[in-house]
């Protein structure tokens, strides 16, 4: 096996709102520290999503010493400013996907922020530490735990993967329309495909499942343009059972703190090499 790195993290603090890249972060239980901590709903509970609303792309999410910053990369809207532990204390039940789970409700003055940004009634919701989502029970090990992620707690791509997808596209994408926390360099395309189990830096992980694609992978992220691209292409040699996949979903198995540049060392893979 080659040498391995990482090269990049990412966290979405807010859930199908625009990424965060660092260079270093700590891995929770739920997987990144701030990762998917927050999500937008409607009026009855359910997730919103750029897979319905090509437009959540265009909300930026930055992180300060105080809290979140959310601004838009088009309109001219006096940008939103979440303290941390803003919220009202008031529970929710929201769902996503098949989940129905407990979140505390931010603010009104969010709610308005994120409704006129939208254009389109929006709920700001937080989870906290006492709400515990549990991972799929048929991939889980330990009844481990996700934020608002779709379902695992963290997702890996290699770089040379992208690379190898952009060779056949006529118009390469960039990294961020797959939304990976953890991208790394120094292996073959697609050789996450055969990870279980591996290490970076202090914190091992265990590749469970890998990740398939929808169509929120056709929008872009710097106009909320939503297109044909990449997931046409990808479904023409990347399709298996009817699913198309692109990267790794992980677990941690233990907690610690990872940054750019740590080797990436791989333990087991599903095929000896």
């Given at each position: 096996?080659?040498?391995?790195?990482?090269?990049?993290?990412?966290?979405?603090?807010?859930?199908?709102?625009?990424?965060?890249?660092?260079?270093?972060?700590?891995?929770?239980?739920?997987?990144?520290?701030?990762?998917?901590?927050?999500?937008?709903?409607?009026?009855?509970?359910?997730?919103?999503?750029?897979?319905?609303?090509?437009?959540?792309?265009?909300?930026?999410?930055?992180?300060?010493?105080?809290?979140?910053?959310?601004?838009?990369?088009?309109?001219?809207?006096?940008?939103?400013?979440?303290?941390?532990?803003?919220?009202?204390?008031?529970?929710?039940?929201?769902?996503?996907?098949?989940d129905v789970c407990t979140a505390l409700e931010v603010g009104m003055d969010a709610n308005r922020w994120f409704s006129e940004a939208l254009g389109m009634t929006a709920r700001l919701v937080y989870m906290p530490d006492t709400t515990r989502r549990l991972?799929?029970?048929?991939?889980?090990?330990?009844?481990?735990?996700?934020?608002?992620?779709?379902?695992?707690?963290?997702?890996?791509?290699?770089?040379?993967?992208?690379?190898?997808?952009?060779?056949?596209?006529?118009?390469?994408?960039?990294?961020?329309?797959?939304?990976?926390?953890?991208?790394?360099?120094?292996?073959?395309?697609?050789?996450?495909?055969?990870?279980?189990?591996?290490r970076v830096g202090e914190v091992a992980f265990a590749a469970v499942k890998p990740c398939a694609r929808c169509v929120l992978t056709t929008v872009n992220q710097e106009d909320g343009v939503k297109g044909q691209e990449p997931l046409k292409t990808l479904?023409?040699?990347?399709?298996?059972?009817?699913?198309?996949?692109?990267?790794?979903?992980?677990?941690?198995?233990?907690?610690?703190?990872?940054?750019?540049?740590?080797?990436?060392?791989?333990?087991?893979?599903?095929?000896?090499?």
């Open positions: 096996m080659e040498d391995l790195f990482l090269q990049d993290i990412y966290i979405y603090p807010i859930k199908s709102l625009g990424g965060i890249s660092l260079t270093q972060a700590e891995v929770l239980p739920t997987g990144l520290q701030y990762d998917r901590r927050w999500m937008l709903t409607d009026e009855k509970g359910n997730f919103l999503s750029q897979r319905a609303f090509a437009e959540m792309a265009m909300l930026q999410v930055s992180i300060t010493s105080d809290g979140l910053l959310v601004s838009h990369k088009k309109r001219k809207l006096q940008p939103l400013t979440l303290p941390f532990d803003k919220h009202t204390g008031k529970e929710v039940t929201v769902k996503i996907w098949d991972v799929d029970n048929h991939y889980a090990s330990n009844n481990e735990i996700v934020s608002f992620a779709d379902a695992y707690p963290l997702l890996m791509i290699g770089q040379s993967s992208l690379d190898d997808l952009n060779k056949r596209l006529e118009i390469p994408v960039l990294m961020n329309r797959f939304r990976p926390n953890l991208v790394f360099c120094g292996a073959q395309p697609y050789a996450e495909d055969l990870f279980k189990e591996f479904a023409s040699f990347r399709t298996f059972n009817n699913k198309i996949l692109f990267g790794q979903n992980l677990l941690p198995r233990n907690l610690g703190l990872i940054k750019t540049g740590d080797n990436v060392e791989i333990l087991s893979t599903s095929i000896e090499t």
